[in-house]
T-cell receptor, first 111, second 112 residues
């Protein structure tokens, strides 16, 4: 079964708004959580990641929130821009370093 | 470019054929992953190697999919025999072991 789930296949946000992408996971052993960005016809690239010993990490317009008790993590993109339009994949791994991915959320930022 | 190299970029096969996809990881990376990407399932892990040792053999993909890593700089994914449902993009990724994955451009497989 899908160990990492992104329940929203798509999200549309107006330019300047905040984009919130969500991910739920099942495995209690996951201790690494990440978000990848994928443009059409390109490969995924890492955006931001956190370890389970923190519940928040900021990097510019990006913030990852981790809720371990709820087995949930999210990516917030503030001041969303049209160039943020892409597919966002959440990922998680345990100490085996086997990285598993969600099915992706397609974000569209409208100018 | 010293990134992950995958060949071929596109492959067209008849049902029942054997195809071999190739991957060269980033030099010095110890971990290598094969994923299958489809619109419905997203990225599905097929195989995972650490220092050339097979750590994950693909579960449901075991019967027709076989990944090998003959040396630290080259891996293959064999699909035998191919079926139309195998049509997808096959991605190879490598890492130093810190979970940050670097992906190749992928091989788009079409099985007729």
């Amino acid at each position: 079964g899908q160990q990492v789930k992104q329940s929203s296949p798509s999200l549309t946000v107006q330019e300047g708004g905040i984009s919130i992408l969500n991910c739920d996971y099942e495995n209690d052993m996951f201790d690494y959580f990440a978000w990848y960005k994928k443009y059409p016809d390109n490969s995924p690239t890492l955006l931001i990641s956190v370890r389970s010993n923190v519940d928040k990490r900021e990097d510019g317009r990006l913030t990852v929130f981790l809720n371990k008790s709820g087995k949930h993590f999210s990516l917030h993109i503030t001041a969303s821009q049209p160039e943020d339009t892409a597919v966002y994949l959440c990922a998680a791994a345990s100490n085996t370093n086997k990285v598993v991915f969600g099915t992706g959320t397609r974000l569209q930022v409208l100018p | 470019d010293a990134g992950v190299t995958q060949t071929p970029r596109h492959e067209v096969a008849e049902k029942g054929q054997t195809i071999i996809l190739k991957c060269e990881p980033v030099s010095g990376h110890n971990d290598l992953f094969w994923y299958r990407q489809t619109k419905i399932q997203g990225l599905e892990l097929l195989s995972y190697f650490r220092s050339k040792s097979l750590m994950e053999d693909g579960g449901a993909f075991k019967d027709r999919f076989k990944a090998e890593m003959l040396n630290s700089s080259f891996s293959t994914l064999k699909i035998q025999p191919t079926e139309p449902k195998d049509s997808a993009v096959y991605l190879c990724a490598s890492s130093t072991g810190d979970e940050r994955l670097f992906f190749g451009h992928g091989t788009k497989l079409s099985v007729l």
